[in-house]
């Protein structure tokens, strides 16, 4: 499987962004899809994960209500919007998909990672 992250970029604090990520491979419904990110200097640390059919949705407790994670099974596409950023959601960001049915923060239970995309917030 192959997790391809795009939609990154510069913006100013309290803009929003939509990342997407697009997988090559086995079939898509078959991952809870997830997004992490790792700032500078910092371990990489669980953003939202979603489970197979998009029947439920996990956060950090911190970004929860800026952030919203959903995906098209049809398109083999994760998105996570996120709305109001603030300059400490300055990151890279990536996908990544586990074999099990419902969303994990953990890292251990992610099978497949997309080499991520830079979101870089200005204050």
């Known amino acids: 499987v192959q997790l391809q992250a795009s939609g990154g970029g510069l913006v100013q604090a309290g803009g929003s962004l939509r990342l997407s990520c697009t997988t090559s491979?086995?079939?898509?419904?078959?991952?809870?899809m997830h997004w992490f990110r790792q700032a500078p200097g910092k371990e990489r640390e669980f953003v939202a994960g979603?489970?197979?059919?998009?029947?439920?949705?996990y956060y950090a407790a911190s970004l929860k209500g800026r952030f919203t994670i959903s995906r098209d099974n049809a398109k083999n596409t994760v998105y996570l919007q996120m709305n109001s950023l603030k300059p400490e959601d300055t990151a890279v960001y990536y996908c990544?998909?586990?074999?099990?049915?419902?969303?994990?923060?953990?890292?251990?239970?992610?099978?497949?990672w997309g080499k991520g995309t830079q979101v870089t917030v200005s204050s």
């Open positions: 979603i489970s197979r059919s998009a029947s439920s949705t």
């Open positions: 491979g086995r079939t898509f419904s078959a991952y809870s």
């Open positions: 990544a998909a586990g074999l099990r049915r419902d969303p994990s923060s953990s890292i251990r239970d992610m099978d497949y």
